[in-house]
């Protein structure tokens, strides 16, 4: 009998650097014999405890998505393997859906698309009365939330159900789904966003025993496929998330920093010593992806260190400071897709 070591792949033990050299097809990963067998498996539970008799196929692809048209959910190749969620982490700063809670919210999250592309409740009539046109202008990195609308649920993180109708309605149905259905109705009573849930409600209900519109479809993105490099994979994403910082960030960290004096530890030590929790307080309060946040106290880290800046010696207020400001640019970045305006 094989040992667990001897069934491991080679490329378990590469270090990161030769890892990344490997391409996503050969890494050989499945869903099958992985602990996301058990969690699709629970969660195919769930959704019959709430009478949905579909289950999206699943599969694994380069990211989260139900490709369009198409009742399956694509999951993320790295999730598979520990050794690949390592290299995630070490790559990108997080792991999306590394978590049991994070990994079914995302799940459920992704469903609410399958279902829609399974039965075509969007090109219903009364579905658009309810969520809108699904043609609307979709810019899920650049939408401009309302932090307090009671219009819509809170499922993801970013009021994520206010980026487009599509995702308001997986995001709803996430919610239907999550829960029982008096822990919704008494959550969201007196909110619009219930009369979503209602509707949802009876959508899936009239479903009940009636064959899906759409049965199969094409598995876009499908790791097994993925001819690219690990390396070259990180490199897009890592472009896709950073951004470079032109030099009129500058006046801000020189009006930050302005009581700095000769002699005072310098802004670079400062900013490196507070460094983890600036980052983990912004991305906790803003919801803002880690990788970004990360990058940019770095560049702006390097900034301070061309300028020469010196740190002045009301430490506390200097923190608040530094976080007040990290905390706008950052929640500018979630409205906008940039951190600052140039003008």
Known sequence: METAAAMEPSWVTLKDEELLKVRICDLGVRIEGSDLERRVGEFYDELTARGVSLRPD??????????????????????????LKALELHQMLDVEGGTAEWFRMLLRHECGHAIDHA??????????????????????????????????????????AQAHPDEDFAE????????????WRQRYRGWKALEKLEYVDSLL????????????????????????????????????YAEDFPDFYDADLRAI???GEPGNESAVRFMRRHRAALIESIVRWTGQRKYTVS?????????????????PTDAVRLQFA?????????????YTGRFKRSV
């Open 58 to 83: 699943c599969y694994l692809g380069d990211e989260w998505f139900s490709p369009e048209g198409v009742p399956a959910i694509a999951i993320p190749f790295y999730l598979a393997h520990p050794r």
């Open 119 to 160: 039965y075509r409740f969007s090109s219903r009539k009364d579905w658009r009365s309810v969520f809108g046109s699904p043609e609307a202008e979709y810019t899920p990195e650049t939408y401009r939330p309302q932090p307090y609308s009671r219009s819509f649920v809170r499922h993801l993180p970013n009021w994520y």
């Open 172 to 183: 709803t149905f996430a919610v239907w789904l999550a829960p029982a259905p008096d822990e």
């Open 205 to 240: 209900k009239d479903a009940v025993g009636r064959p899906p519109l759409v049965t199969r479809g094409r598995r876009l993105s499908e790791a097994g496929k993925l001819h690219k490099t690990l390396d070259r994979y990180y490199a897009a994403r890592r472009k896709l």
């Open 257 to 259: 920093f302005e009581n």
């Open 295 to 311: 990058m940019l106290v770095r560049k702006l880290i390097l900034r301070c260190q061309e300028l020469k800046l010196a740190a």
């Open 322 to 334: 530094l976080a007040t400001y990290l905390a706008t640019l950052v929640t500018n970045h979630l």
